[in-house]
């Protein structure tokens, strides 16, 4: 079992920036691939950004060059850097850790103000 907790979430300008991060309950260097999922309300869950145990990241179009996904071994932490957020990434945004199954988190409310 993998237990995560998102946090960092909140109500920003449109501009602004925010940080969210994920601690997992087990070390991460074990877990291949983590990410971040976002959604909408009446859209579907997507990915934003993914990690890999490697270091090697993917990004969904619509947010790179804005967003930058980090992971933090010592601490067992994934962190989702967030910049020049409009109002179209306003989601609950989700960790995920994928160790044999997928692990979710209860996610956190991003909420980006015109």
């Known amino acids: 079992q993998v237990q995560l907790v998102e946090s960092g979430g909140g109500l920003v300008q449109a501009g602004g920036s925010l940080r969210l991060s994920c601690a997992a309950s087990?070390?991460?260097?074990?877990?291949?691939?983590m990410g971040w999922y976002r959604q909408a309300p009446g859209k579907q869950r997507e990915l934003v950004a993914g990690?890999?145990?490697?270091?090697?990241?993917n990004y969904a179009d619509s947010v790179k060059g804005r967003f930058t996904i980090s992971r933090d071994n010592a601490k067992n932490t994934v962190d989702l850097q967030m910049n020049s957020l409009k109002p179209e990434d306003t989601a609950v945004y989700y960790c995920?850790?994928?160790?044999?199954?997928?692990?979710w988190g209860q996610g956190t409310q991003v909420t980006v103000s015109s």
């Open positions: 995920n850790a994928h160790y044999y199954r997928d692990f």
């Open positions: 087990i070390s991460i260097s074990s877990i291949n691939a």
């Open positions: 990690i890999f145990s490697g270091g090697s990241t």
